[in-house]
């Protein structure tokens, strides 16, 4: 694979040569923070696969517990809830 670091205005310099590099990482050149990867076109739809896979599992172990309090509150608020406790 085919790397390169650059800074972001780098990156806008020579945007127009960069279709040789797979992959580019962005970081922040005064502080020397990574700040994220620019992924070449050829990998694009894999990387939009990867992340929608992940985001989807996200959301399944989120929508495990989801309906565990439904009817248990009668037909209250979270607002009315939240002013009843008491810290």
Same mark, same amino acid.
């Given at each position: !694979?085919?790397?390169?670091? !650059?800074?972001? +205005?780098?990156?806008? +310099?020579?945007?127009?040569? &960069?279709?040789?590099? =797979?992959? &580019?990482? &962005?970081?922040?050149? $005064?502080?020397?923070?990574?700040?994220?990867?620019?992924?070449?076109?050829?990998?694009? =739809? =894999?990387?939009?696969?990867?992340? &929608?896979?992940?985001?989807?599992?996200?959301?399944?172990?989120? !929508? $495990?517990?989801?309906? !565990?309090?439904?009817?248990?509150?009668? =037909?209250?608020?979270?607002?009315?809830?939240?002013?009843?406790?008491?810290?």
């Amino acid at each position: !694979m085919n790397t390169k670091k !650059m800074g972001v +205005r780098d990156l806008v +310099r020579e945007g127009k040569n &960069i279709t040789q590099y =797979d992959f &580019i990482d &962005i970081e922040d050149k $005064k502080t020397g923070q990574y700040r994220g990867v620019f992924v070449s076109y050829q990998y694009a =739809d =894999d990387v939009k696969v990867f992340l &929608i896979k992940k985001q989807k599992q996200k959301v399944s172990k989120i !929508m $495990k517990f989801s309906g !565990m309090a439904d009817g248990l509150f009668d =037909d209250e608020t979270v607002q009315s809830i939240k002013s009843k406790k008491t810290i």
